[in-house]
T-cell receptor, first 116, second 113 residues
Framework: AQSVAQPEDQVNVAEGNPLTVKCTYS??????LFWYVQYPNRGLQFLLK??????LVKGSYGFEAEFNKSQTSFHLKKPSALVSDSALYFC??????????????FGSGTQLTVLP | EPEVTQTPSHQVTQMGQEVILRCVPI?????FYWYRQILGQKVEFLVS????????KSEIFDDQFSVERPDGSNFTLKIRSTKLEDSAMYFC???????????FGPGTRLTVL
């Protein structure tokens, strides 16, 4: 069975500082990894994904994530946080060996607050 | 940019009543999903749908739940007899063929009284 852990319920960072939102995963095979963001009263918006190739993945709004196979991690990063980045962030995984449905397993979410 | 839409945004119902949650996936997508998120908990997979049939379902998706694609644009989730524990945010998602990225709707908040 696959699982995702987001160890921090809440992350606070000052505007302009770098931010990191942590994610670790567990799958039986090789993972496909995703980050989604949820703004208030909005759906989950896709940010970026890791499928294969370069371990550093760049996504929307200046976010990036680093896949680390030995640490089974996929932390979300941004060099300089904006107040508008404040939202709920979800990490998700799909086991490559899963069937054609390709359903995602989500973490519990991390609330990011960027302080002005 | 195409989006997944869901209606209603909030549904309040009495325990034991039937509810139908509606979704309009992105038009050229082939795979459709329902997930739910109970307040304060994880987003959980319910069911996936492809080629007019269920392709995967979770343990949560019991006989009280059903899905349907009644026409070329809508995708619905029906809960036959709602329970208090069905109160949650329900998300619809869709995916095109040949990609792993699912696109989510804004969700329907279901409150069962």
């Amino acid at each position: 069975a696959q699982s995702v852990a987001q160890p921090e319920d809440q992350v606070n960072v000052a505007e302009g500082n770098p931010l990191t939102v942590k994610c670790t995963y567990s799958v039986s095979g090789n993972p496909y990894l995703f980050w989604y963001v949820q703004y208030p009263n909005r759906g989950l918006q896709f940010l970026l994904k890791y499928i294969t190739g370069d371990n550093l993945v760049k996504g929307s709004y200046g976010f990036e994530a680093e896949f680390n196979k030995s640490q089974t991690s996929f932390h979300l990063k941004k060099p300089s946080a904006l107040v508008s980045d404040s939202a709920l962030y979800f990490c998700a995984v799909r086991d490559r060996s899963s069937g054609s449905a390709r359903q995602l397993t989500f973490g519990s979410g991390t609330q990011l607050t960027v302080l002005p | 940019e195409p989006e997944v839409t869901q209606t209603p945004s909030h549904q309040v119902t009495q325990m034991g009543q039937e509810v139908i949650l509606r979704c309009v996936p992105i038009s050229n997508h082939l795979y459709f999903y329902w997930y739910r998120q109970i307040l304060g908990q994880k987003v959980e997979f319910l069911v996936s749908f492809y080629n007019n049939e269920i392709s995967e379902k979770s343990e949560i998706f019991d006989d009280q739940f059903s899905v349907e694609r009644p026409d070329g644009s809508n995708f619905t989730l029906k809960i036959r007899s709602t329970k208090l524990e069905d109160s949650a945010m329900y998300f619809c998602a869709s995916r095109g063929g040949g990609t792993d990225t699912q696109y989510f709707g804004p969700g329907t908040r279901l409150t069962v009284l």
